[in-house]
C-alpha cells in the first residue's frame, strides 16, 4: 500500500509563520516594500486573525474539518477585523495604517501565542494541526470532471495573481488636493472665538495636510474685516506632511460679524487655493 505523504504544520510552526508574516509587514511600514505588503497584507487581514481566533477556541480535531476551518476564519477575520476598526476609531490615533496594522498584529499575535499554549498542552493525537498531502492525482486517470475544475481553479488563481501584480505595478493615483483646517478650544473643529477684545489677540490652531503627491511651499494668510493681519510664509510640505500650529487672530478695529478669512496659496496661485471663514465681533478692550 502506498503511504500518504503528507506536511505537517505543527502549532509552533504555525506560530512562527504567523510572526514572520507579522514582522516582513511591520518592516514594510518603514521600508516601501508595495509587493510584499500587497501579497502579505490580504491574507493578514482577511485571514490570519480568523484564523488564530479559531484555533484558541476549537483547538482539537473532531470539531471542525480544514475547509470548515478555512470558511470560518474568513468569516469571523471580516467581523474581527470591522470591531477593531470600530474601536480604534474612537481612539486618539484615529483610523490610519499605523494603529490599524498594531490592533490586527495584537490580536492575531496574542490568539496564536494563546492557540499554540493550549494545543501544546494537549496530546498529539487530539490537537488540530494542518497536514497538506503531497501526492498528485494522476491527470490520465482523473475524470473530466475532475479536469475542467482544475482547470477553472487554475485559470482562477493565474487571473488573480495577475491582478494583483498589475494593481501593484500599475497603481491609481488618489485624487490631489491639499486639506485647510481650524482647530477652537480643546482643539476640536468647534468652540471658536465669537468675541475679540481690541488689542487682546485670540488663538486658534491652524493645520494644513499636503496631498498633492508633491513637495509645496504653502503661504498662509489671516484677514480680518478686509484687512491682512498675520502672514506665515513659507509652509514647506512634502506630498503626505502635516503642519499644525497655534496662530493669532488680531483685529485692527471695532466692530460686529466681522469676517475672518484664513486663506492658503500655493506658489502658482493668484487666488486662495483653499480658505476657510470664521465670525467676530470685535469690542472695545476692558469691555
Known sequence: MESK?????TPRKELIIVS????????????????????????????LPGYAFLSAIFPGKG????????IISAGFSLVIVSLLAFVINYTPWGLRLE??????????????????HIR?????????????????????????????????LACSIVIAIGSIGFAIIN????????????????????NYP??????????VKVGVVNQEQRSIPYRLEITIGGTPTFTKNPISLEGGQRWEEPVPLIPVKLGKQQKVEINIYRPEDTRPYQYLILWVDVIEKGS
Open 63 to 70: 470539531k471542525l474539518d480544514l475547509l470548515e476551518r478555512l
Open 20 to 47: 514572520s508574516i507579522v514582522g516582513l509587514l511591520a518592516m514594510s511600514l518603514i521600508v516601501p516594500w508595495n509587493i510584499p505588503r500587497a501579497i502579505l497584507g490580504i491574507p493578514f487581514v482577511l485571514f
Open 99 to 116: 494603529p490599524l496594522f498594531i490592533g490586527y498584529s495584537l490580536f492575531t499575535m496574542g490568539s496564536s501565542i494563546t492557540s499554540y
Open 194 to 203: 465669537v468675541t475679540i477684545r481690541l488689542g487682546e489677540p485670540a488663538t
Open 5 to 9: 505523504k503528507v506536511i505537517v504544520i
Open 171 to 190: 497603481p491609481k493615483l488618489g485624487e490631489k488636493f491639499t486639506e485647510l483646517y481650524v482647530l477652537g478650544k480643546d482643539d476640536k473643529a468647534s
Open 120 to 152: 501544546k498542552r494537549m496530546a498529539e493525537q487530539e490537537r488540530f494541526e494542518i497536514e497538506i498531502p503531497l501526492r498528485v492525482p494522476m491527470w490520465k486517470k482523473a475524470r473530466r470532471v475532475e479536469k475542467v475544475i482544475s482547470l477553472v
